[in-house]
């Protein structure tokens, strides 16, 4: 068994998962396949499409905040996506 939360693997008598310290206990909190979050590398190729076509970044980082384990990598993408996008539009009205 997996943990909902983390995606670490989960011992049969555990009472809390040992890589977020949740209690397995709590009802859905552990799923048969493990939850897979982002790695690094997409991470730093949604950071580099987000620079140029900024609702890229808007529209994965709002979906990833709604995910225990990729709202951390989601944050730092959608900084990126709005800082970015106010970056280009101040640039096309020219401030």
Same mark, same amino acid.
């Given at each position: 068994?997996? =943990?909902?939360? =983390?995606?670490?693997?989960?011992?049969?008598?555990?009472?809390? =998962?040992?890589? =977020?310290?949740?209690?397995?206990?709590?009802? /859905?909190? @552990?799923?048969?396949?493990?939850?897979?979050?982002?790695?690094? /590398?997409?991470?730093?190729?949604?950071?580099?499409?987000?620079?140029?076509?900024?609702?890229?970044?808007?529209?994965?980082?709002?979906?990833?905040?709604?995910?225990?384990?990729?709202?951390?990598?989601?944050?730092?993408?959608?900084?990126?996506?709005?800082?970015?996008?106010? @970056?280009?539009?101040?640039?096309?009205? /020219?401030?």
């Amino acid at each position: 068994m997996y =943990c909902r939360f =983390c995606g670490n693997e989960v011992k049969e008598k555990s009472i809390v =998962c040992s890589g =977020c310290g949740r209690p397995v206990d709590e009802p /859905g909190s @552990l799923t048969e396949t493990p939850v897979i979050g982002w790695s690094w /590398g997409l991470l730093l190729a949604l950071i580099f499409v987000s620079v140029f076509f900024p609702p890229i970044g808007l529209i994965f980082g709002i979906k990833g905040l709604f995910s225990e384990v990729t709202k951390v990598k989601a944050s730092v993408l959608l900084t990126v996506a709005v800082f970015t996008t106010l @970056l280009w539009l101040a640039l096309i009205l /020219g401030l």
